[in-house]
């Protein structure tokens, strides 16, 4: 899992929203070739909007993104064909990022066994595995995990740690969003509360003051 040189991952003042809510603002990291950050929060505190923004999927409301590299991106959807077998539908994507090693990947992921499984059948933590063998074969500098560990038992949940740990080692870059710890050395991390807007001041009559 050698990753390409100097990736990088900024955010710089970042500010962004969901409908009127303005989630989270002024909130600045720099990570480079190596580093792993742990983004923690309450749900519907902004952590799946802020992966996204670095993902360039949505557009921030306010500062900016500084990328390099490339990325992969490991959310609630894998992107697996649900019909197909298991081993058919990640040799989809292997094949299209060209991935060293399929069988090694997925014997890493223990997921061998469910080859023949049809991926609508799979559990929600076996669907979890399979995500993470698509984004191994991806070979992306920098990768975006959304709640990684949800729904794995703690042998997978270890696995994900030493895969985190392997790619940083490689010179890749691993920002993590989750509400349970990772077993990563030197990780950094933060509270995306610690960047929500102040409430607004009541007003003299104790009501909420004009927006």
């Not at 959807?77 to 090693?101: C, H, I, K, M, Q």
Request: glycine share 10%; aromatic share 4%.
């Amino acid at each position: 899992m050698q990753a390409p040189a100097s990736p990088v991952l900024e955010a710089r003042d970042l500010a962004c929203q969901r409908g009127d809510r303005l989630l989270f603002r002024r909130l600045s990291f720099a990570l480079g070739p190596g580093a792993a950050c742990h983004v923690t929060g309450a749900n519907g505190a902004g952590k799946t909007t802020l992966l996204r923004a670095l993902a360039g999927l949505t557009t921030p409301f306010a500062g900016e993104v500084v990328r390099s590299g490339t990325l992969g991106l490991l959310d609630e959807g894998s992107g697996l064909d649900p019909e197909l077998p298991l081993a058919r539908a990640l040799a989809f994507w292997f094949t299209v990022d060209n991935a060293p090693d399929p069988a090694a990947i997925m014997a890493r992921l223990r997921l061998a066994p469910l080859a023949e499984v049809p991926v609508r059948y799979l559990s929600t933590g076996q669907k979890k595995r399979a995500a993470l063998a698509r984004l191994i074969g991806q070979q992306a500098a920098i990768w975006l995990l959304d709640e990684p560990l949800s729904g794995l038992d703690t042998a997978s949940q270890a696995i994900v740690s030493a895969l985190v740990r392997a790619h940083c080692a490689g010179g890749g870059i691993a920002l993590i969003a989750s509400h349970q710890p990772l077993d990563v050395p030197g990780m950094g991390s933060f509270a995306i509360e610690d960047f929500a807007p102040a409430p607004e001041p009541a007003d003299a009559d104790g009501g909420e003051a004009a927006p």
